[in-house]
């Protein structure tokens, strides 16, 4: 009963929220409070950038190799093409990432788009 009554309430969605917002401000909080205290040259910090650029690298090879939901319908040929024409467009506007990502998601739809018209 009492499960009912936590579960169904109408301040439920507004708990949600605010454990979410604290969740994700402390940490930015922290990340503010320890910012001037972190020597952006130092060892420490440049490994912590490359594990992050290795991360984001996976999770894009991931995207691209195995993806899940709607993009696992395109064929992994589009999804190829459209990756290297982002690169290539990041590279060719002097690594502007708006323009990549704009490119490739462009280049995506129109190859898959293309290929089911014809």
Known sequence: MLEQELAGGPW??????????????FWRALGVALS??????SRLFEWVACVAYAM????????ILLPNGP?????TADRVAGAAIALAI???????VGLGVAAGAGA???ITL???LF
Do not use: Q
């Open 71 to 75: 993009l696992a319908e395109t064929a």
């Open 114 to 116: 293309g290929r089911t």
């Open 12 to 25: 439920w969605p507004y708990v949600l929220m605010t454990v979410g917002a604290l969740a994700t401000y």
């Open 56 to 63: 984001l690298a996976g999770l894009i090879s991931r995207m």
């Open 108 to 110: 995506l739809v129109l």
């Open 90 to 96: 990041f590279f060719l506007t002097r690594r502007n």
């Open 36 to 41: 001037g205290r972190i020597d952006a040259g």
